[in-house]
């Protein structure tokens, strides 16, 4: 969430980024409702003043044993107004937050500005992409022939948008998991494993909602939320805390299974497993002192990155233009790997920098060297989702035999199995 004091002291800056995110909040409604608050504020205060005086007044009529019933008279109208003022602010305080919950983190400087994902901008690349001499099958044809991929069986038991792996295909993607959590804890990295189901509160901490509230699965009966991503419980984590500088950097990383109501949305990428409503993923999240968090992010895209190297699939990475910039994101790297059976780059994963929005959302803080008491910022990455790993490794690992070969860092958590057919 934005600070209001910054938007008071910005608003130019503030719509500026705004028009870059292609956002049409009205600053100036904001600005007016904010000042109308400071407004009631300023006349609480006086007559807060007025009382006092009164107090004093009749405090010392009582000494000198003068009437004093105009003086109470007058404090109790005081008191009514000022009772008065009280609702009226607090109504004014919720009509501010209710604007300011759907007001969307301002873009860095360095965002490429575009209004969508063709606006982004390739940052680097790794690898060769491959060029086979035979026709490579797509994930779901050869899944389905090497009996390790059964979409009918998922649409059967939930409809489209799932997928099951059964057999060599589940052991692949538990392989996986813990590869990536061995990879990344090795790196310092502290696991986590947290509820798969969490509050109102920590969706709202993090940004899901109230904006995506229609993307989300959420439980009518206690108004519980399924995770979108790990990112949700293990950031909210320390909400409404008050950290240590010596705390800081906090990262972490941890496994989870991920819902998402709008994956199969608007008829894109829907066979197979490349656009699903249930997906496992690593998740890495940071929360670091505000000075260091655009180094943390390219820590954080080189982590992911190092999985990608270590299972040698070829992959790009591409900086999010301001359009295309999820709501709480003020910057965010893409990782693209490449699919050779659908001859595309597939997302694996977005590394994003949150800077304090979500602190506030959370009210995460962090007490300073100085004592002084700031918001902290936050930045998490998918470390990868296996959604888009598991038919990148059945399309570029494929042989022209119909077998697929098991990436050699995956052998010793496949009990040394090296093809799969």
């Known amino acids: 969430m934005l600070d209001m004091k910054f938007?008071?002291?910005?608003?130019?800056?503030?719509?500026?980024?705004?028009?870059?995110?292609?956002?049409?909040?009205?600053?100036?409604?904001?600005?007016?409702?904010?000042?109308?608050?400071?407004?009631?504020?300023?006349?609480?205060?006086?007559l807060k003043a007025e009382r006092n005086k009164a107090s004093a007044e009749i405090a010392q009529s009582k000494k000198t044993g003068k009437p004093a019933d105009k003086a109470i008279e007058n404090m109790r109208k005081v008191g009514d107004e000022i009772a008065g003022l009280d609702n009226n602010l607090r109504e004014m305080e919720q009509k501010i937050h209710d604007q300011l919950i759907w007001i969307p983190n301002l873009p860095h400087d360095s965002v490429p500005v575009g209004e969508d994902e063709s606006a982004a901008v390739e940052i680097r690349s790794w690898g060769e992409i491959p060029k086979p001499d035979f026709e490579v099958q797509p994930h779901w044809e050869i899944g389905e022939k090497l009996g390790v991929l059964d979409l009918p069986a998922a649409a059967r038991i939930s409809g489209s948008g799932f997928y099951l792996l059964k057999r060599l295909g589940a052991r692949l993607q538990r392989a996986l998991i813990n590869y990536m959590l061995d990879v990344h804890i090795a790196d310092g990295y502290e696991e986590i494993a947290p509820p798969f189901i969490?509050?109102?509160?920590?969706?709202?901490?993090?940004?899901?909602?109230?904006?995506?509230?229609?993307?989300?699965?959420?439980?009518?009966?206690d108004n519980m939320y399924l995770i979108p991503t790990g990112e949700v419980p293990v950031t909210n984590l320390y909400r409404d805390e008050i950290l240590s500088y010596k705390d800081l950097p906090m990262n972490m990383v941890c496994y989870t299974p991920c819902f998402r109501r709008e994956a199969g949305a608007a008829g894109k990428d829907t066979r197979g497993m490349i656009r699903v409503h249930q997906f496992d993923k690593v998740e890495l999240v940071s929360i670091v002192r505000p000075e260091v968090s655009y180094d943390q992010l390219e820590t954080l895209t080189a982590q992911a990155e190092k999985i990608l190297q270590g299972l040698e699939?070829?992959?790009?990475?591409?900086?999010?233009?301001?359009?295309?910039?999820s709501f709480a994101a003020a910057k965010c790297y893409d990782i693209e790997l490449w699919a050779a059976g659908v001859?595309?780059?597939?997302?694996?994963?977005?590394?994003?920098?949150?800077?304090?929005?979500?602190?506030?959302?959370?009210?995460?803080?962090?007490?300073?060297?100085?004592k002084k008491v700031r918001f902290p910022h936050t930045l998490n990455g998918s470390g990868v989702a296996l959604a888009r790993?598991?038919?990148?490794?059945?399309?570029?690992?494929?042989?022209?035999?119909?077998?697929?070969?098991?990436?050699?860092?995956?052998?010793?958590?496949?009990?040394?199995?090296?093809?799969?057919?």
């Open 198 to 221: 969490v509050n109102e509160q920590a969706m709202f901490g993090t940004g899901q909602i109230p904006k995506m509230a229609e993307d989300m699965y959420r439980t009518e009966n």
């Open 7 to 46: 938007i008071r002291e910005n608003p130019d800056l503030v719509k500026a980024g705004l028009a870059k995110k292609y956002d049409n909040a009205d600053i100036d409604q904001l600005l007016a409702l904010d000042e109308q608050r400071r407004e009631i504020i300023r006349n609480v205060e006086n």
């Open 389 to 421: 790993l598991i038919p990148a490794v059945l399309e570029n690992y494929q042989n022209p035999d119909g077998s697929v070969t098991i990436p050699k860092v995956l052998r010793r958590y496949m009990g040394g199995v090296e093809k799969i057919g």
């Open 313 to 325: 699939i070829p992959y790009r990475v591409c900086a999010l233009a301001t359009g295309d910039l």
């Open 343 to 370: 001859q595309k780059y597939l997302e694996i994963s977005s590394i994003s920098n949150f800077e304090d929005f979500q602190a506030r959302r959370m009210n995460c803080r962090f007490r300073d060297e100085d």
